[in-house]
Each structure stands twice: as structure tokens, then as C-alpha cells.
Nanobody
Framework: QVQLVESGGGLVQAGGSLRLYCAVS????????MGWYRQAPGKQRELVAG???????NYADSVKGRFTISRDNAKNTVYLQMNSLKPDETAVYYC????????WGQGTRVTVSS
């Protein structure tokens, strides 16, 4: 059974940084592309960043230059380094494993205060 567990969220002031973690079990981690989404209150879930099995990355325009997605296949973990955070980036951040069936974690809440 595939499980994804996010951590690292919390409260941070505008301009601050957080690093999110997503630990994956029950899957051959290195085979799959991974991604981070976020969902703000009253808004649709949106893709923030993705990383392929080979390490190629893509980002939403709004986070380019500030966020970095990475993965450690030996640790079955994907990371999201978030710098220069803005109040409107307050959301629940979800990790996902892309595949024939996408798997999701439970989310980790990020609150950016102004």
C-alpha cells in the first residue's frame, strides 16, 4: 500500500522560509514522478512543483526562483524548499506520487503571516 506522509509545515512570517518533507512508502520511489500541490481556503488545488524520476523539475510561474523541489531516492523522500514566502501562499500543501493512479498525502499546513 502506497503511503505519503508530509511534514515541515508551520507558521512563518512573510519573507521567511520553510522546508517541506514527503516520505513515501509502499512504492518503488525512484520510478515515479512526484509533485507538490497546495490548496488555499476557498480555492482549487494547484500544482506548485514537480520532479521526474530523472530529476527534471517544473514550477508554477508564481514560485519560480523562490521554491525548489528535490528528491532523495535513497531516503524515499521528496522536499520542497520555500523561500521568500508570501501571505497569499498560506495553504495546505500536499505531496503526490504521479502514476496510473495518483497517490496523495494528508497535507501539511503552511501559514504565512504578514
Amino acid at each position: 500500500q502506497v503511503q505519503l506522509v508530509e511534514s515541515g509545515g508551520g507558521l512563518v512570517q512573510a519573507g521567511g522560509s520553510l522546508r517541506l518533507y514527503c516520505a513515501v512508502s509502499g512504492s518503488i520511489f525512484s520510478f515515479n514522478a512526484m509533485g507538490w500541490y497546495r490548496q488555499a481556503p476557498g480555492k482549487q488545488r494547484e500544482l506548485v512543483a514537480g520532479i521526474t524520476s530523472g530529476g527534471s523539475t517544473n514550477y508554477a510561474d508564481s514560485v519560480k526562483g523562490r521554491f525548489t523541489i528535490s528528491r532523495d531516492n535513497a531516503k524515499n523522500t521528496v522536499y520542497l524548499q520555500m523561500n521568500s514566502l508570501k501571505p497569499d501562499e498560506t495553504a495546505v500543501y500536499y505531496c503526490t506520487r504521479f502514476g496510473p493512479e495518483n497517490y496523495w498525502g494528508q497535507g501539511t499546513r503552511v501559514t504565512v503571516s504578514s
